[in-house]
């Protein structure tokens, strides 16, 4: 072929869009390689070059927006997609979109990110996001309360602690004071464009250091160039029905979003039943205290409702101003939940004890069978979040400005005796004042900014308000040293009214070891504070007679007459270092993978300090019991490796992806009397965390053809589960057919019934080793443990209205 037609054979066009589908005029579009081109969009947001087949580095930037650079094979006429976020975007770590022919292209992100689109959600008949989370191989999914989906549900990335890993809506933290994370089981998908899942420690994060696990960002609908309105109702097992509503579009300058959402569930447990307060004692119904069963009724039911209004008012391309409130309340009957079933025929007793055999004696446990609890609970939520913003060009950068409150309440009727921290009645309210400035050059980036925030939590036991002022302040940049080298980092300095500051880095960079190959690194540091309730002291009650009792915002006292719960005012925060490796590669156009592997080392670990020498009437302690409180000892290590696949079959009009996650975390230098408030303890050196698995791994695959789509997915958690059941799959699966403007899609959960029942069956999950013994001389010992499950198969059938 002639040189000179070679090197004019391919014509490659594009647009430049937001995410809402509005063009961006005057974007800069430079494409370097064998050749180097430079031109502006023009109105409509299109561009047109000549280029010669070969390997190119795309990058996109626009004043007001975040650079995106990708490498693109270009051997053919093609048709570019870019998508840039603006400055005030909503995700925390601002990253575009780029698309050859509709293929994959190379990203260079410095951590990973896992992005579950609204098509993912839909595509397999979720109704909630929860739902879409199993298939983050670093994300842990906790039921403190039990399986069911009554319970709360948290969720922590690459570590045990939920309160390691920020929680946001639209960047606007939800993470409460109490528990240090939040709810998530009632977050319905008609709420939200996608959920972005970002690991480890990154350079670029909008919100500070205060995390060390990652961020789960929820990503609000958002508003689209064109109008559109989706109305859909559901109807399913066990009583569940669901209708929503989503509208979207732009009316001149105004761009708007609406949902809404009411779900209702009557549950898999509707029944009648006896139940006894407490496990392994006789039963007695005369003495001082009790043990007598109690006719009572046991249900699950759910009614959730949810509301987003969504609105951007454009003044030009690169000045718009904002404002989002989203609005969730829910109510759930956990009496289920918190009233399982004595799940082991013989008492506990000390390992080491003559005729004491795996944990138990062979005397038999009078409850045996028997349900177990409290009786009536029913758990209400409400959380409310509002967020305005607005954004404008100041001198060569862009000014962002945002102002967000936010308040997550808590209550529990019933249950009391037998609660977890995530069923006290409480209410944390958070307000937010926030500036950020920063500049886009064609090779680099550059921002500096920062928040103050207010916080407040009051609830049960609680004298007054608690409280504390956080000032955050940050510098980040990004630039391009080299055709194959980039360079990011940051600093944050943060104060806290509460302990004080905490300065802290991040480095990241990643290199092209070819067209098709990208290796990664990244260095820094992260903090966690303190919570509220964990840096409160409740003070013990006395009555008229000089008895002094645990406060009643506490549990009650546990066999050992040891109350968990209490706070310590010189509690500090615990500190990470965090170290990161990573490799891309783009294997075809309809195939990529990434590959990574880190580590972070805690320091000055927040866990409880339990007396695992008391007992009831230790003569040490007259006021009859003893507190358990959190404190700073020891560290831990997380680390691990996540290898994630995306295949696409064009012909089959198949998309295939593939993860596994191998999660190792355990607790170090901790001593004898660190553990959780149980009656052992479930923390030893050197031994992965309890509900932690070190394996965990997916695949999901979409179809869709000539109307008709389907989608599966089969999730894997190996042993040391959340459940404390041995490995198990859930498989989920769902088909349909969108014919006009009507789709009707029959969806399935857990299709093979595993790890599915009604109720906890206490002291008979798989046993973990942990400390029992005096403290002179603790041992290792198989600690019985709760055994979870989730609910059998259930089938959803669902009416979509597109317009």
């Not at 770590?93 to 992100?109: C, K, P, Q, S, Y």
């Not at 992260?526 to 406060?551: I, M, Q």
């Amino acid at each position: 072929m002639h040189p000179v037609i070679l090197a004019l054979c391919c014509l490659v066009g594009g647009h430049v869009r937001t995410p809402t589908g509005a063009p961006i005029a005057h974007a800069r579009v430079v494409v370097s390689g064998a050749t180097h081109a430079v031109t502006l969009t023009d109105a409509r947001g299109a561009f047109t070059l000549h280029l010669a087949p070969n390997h190119y580095r795309v990058t996109a930037s626009a004043p007001g927006y975040s650079t995106v650079s990708v490498t693109a094979d270009i051997r053919r006429a093609s048709t570019v997609a870019i998508v840039l976020e603006p400055n005030d975007s909503p995700k925390l770590r601002v990253i575009g979109a780029v698309h050859v022919n509709g293929e994959f292209t190379l990203v260079r992100n410095a951590i990973p990110e896992v992005d579950i689109s609204r098509q993912d959600f839909e595509r397999l008949g979720y109704t909630n996001i929860l739902s879409g989370l199993a298939q983050v191989p670093s994300a842990t999914i906790t039921r403190p309360d039990g399986g069911a989906p009554t319970a709360p549900a948290v969720v922590s990335l690459r570590g045990p602690d939920p309160s390691e890993a920020l929680v946001t809506l639209d960047g606007q933290v939800l993470n409460d004071g109490n528990t240090g994370d939040v709810d998530l089981s009632e977050l319905p998908v008609a709420a939200f464009s996608s959920v972005n899942v970002t690991e480890g420690l990154g350079p670029s994060d909008a919100e500070g250091s205060n995390t060390f696990g990652g961020a789960l960002n929820l990503i609000s609908l958002r508003p689209t160039a064109q109008s559109h309105v989706a109305l859909s109702q559901s109807i399913g097992s066990y009583g569940s029905s669901q209708m929503w509503m989503n509208a979207t579009g732009t009316l001149g300058k105004l761009g708007y979003a609406l949902a809404g959402s009411n779900f209702q569930q009557g549950g898999l447990v509707h029944q009648n039943d006896f139940v006894v307060p407490s496990n392994n004692a006789p039963i007695d119904c005369s003495g001082a205290t009790p043990n007598c069963p109690t006719l009572t009724h046991l249900g699950s039911s759910i009614a959730a409702r949810a509301g987003l209004v969504n609105l951007d008012y454009n003044f030009s391309q690169s000045a718009d101003l904002g404002f989002r409130v989203f609005t969730l309340g829910d109510a759930r009957d956990e009496s289920s939940v918190l009233n399982g079933i004595a799940g082991n025929p013989y008492e506990p007793c000390d390992p080491n004890a003559l005729g004491c055999t795996s944990g138990f004696t062979t005397t038999p446990n009078p409850e045996y069978g028997m349900h177990v609890g409290t009786g009536n609970a029913i758990f209400a939520q409400s959380l409310r979040a509002y967020q305005a913003y607005a954004r404008t060009p100041i001198g060569a950068g862009s000014l962002t400005a945002q102002y967000w409150a936010g308040d997550n309440t808590v209550s529990l009727t019933g249950g009391a005796g037998k609660i977890s921290p995530y069923d006290v009645s409480h209410q944390d309210k958070r307000y937010n004042e926030q500036l950020a400035w920063g500049r886009t050059f064609d090779d680099s980036t550059f921002a500096v900014g920062g928040y103050l925030r207010q916080e407040s939590l009051a609830g049960v036991g609680i004298d007054s308000t608690l409280a504390q002022s956080i000032g955050s302040y940050f510098a980040r940049g990004a630039t391009l040293l080299t055709r194959r080298l980039r360079l990011s980092g940051g600093l944050f300095l943060a104060h806290y009214s509460t302990f004080g500051n905490s300065l802290d880095w991040r480095l990241g960079t990643s290199y092209d070891l070819g067209h098709s190959s990208v290796i990664r690194a990244g260095v820094g540091t992260g903090f966690r504070a303190p919570l509220l309730l964990e840096r409160y002291f409740f003070p013990p009650t006395v009555d008229s007679h000089g008895k002094v009792s645990p406060n009643p915002g506490l549990p009650p006292p546990d066999q050992n007459c040891v109350v968990s719960g209490q706070g310590n005012p010189n509690e500090q925060p615990e500190h990470a270092t965090e170290y990161e490796l990573g490799f891309s590669h783009l294997l075809s156009g309809f195939s990529s993978m990434d590959f990574s592997l880190y580590r972070s080392n805690l320091r000055d670990a927040i866990e409880n300090y339990y007396p695992l020498g008391n007992f009831c009437n230790n003569p040490k302690y007259p006021q009859g019991f003893v507190y358990s409180y959190p404190i700073n000892v020891g560290g831990a290590v997380y680390e691990g490796a996540e290898w994630r696949l995306h295949q696409r079959f064009p012909r089959q009009h198949l998309l295939m992806t593939l993860s596994y996650g191998l999660n190792v975390s355990y607790p170090r230098n901790l001593g004898a009397n660190v553990s959780n408030p149980t009656s052992g303890g479930t923390l030893i050196d050197n031994q992965q965390f309890l509900g932690v698995p070190q394996q965990q791994g997916s695949i999901a695959l979409g179809w869709a053809d000539d109307g008709w789509h389907a989608g599966s997915a089969a999730t894997f958690q190996g042993r040391n589960n959340a459940l404390n059941q041995g490995p198990f799959t859930l498989v989920d699966a769902a088909v349909g057919y969108t014919f006009g403007h009507v789709d009707l899609t029959a969806a399935a959960t857990n299709i093979f019934n595993a790890d599915s029942g009604p109720f906890t069956y206490y002291l008979a999950g798989t046993p973990y080793r942990g400390l029992l013994g005096p403290n002179t001389a603790p041992y290792a010992a198989d600690l019985p443990t709760n055994r979870l499950f989730v609910n059998p198969a259930a089938i959803n059938l669902i009416l979509t209205l597109h317009q």
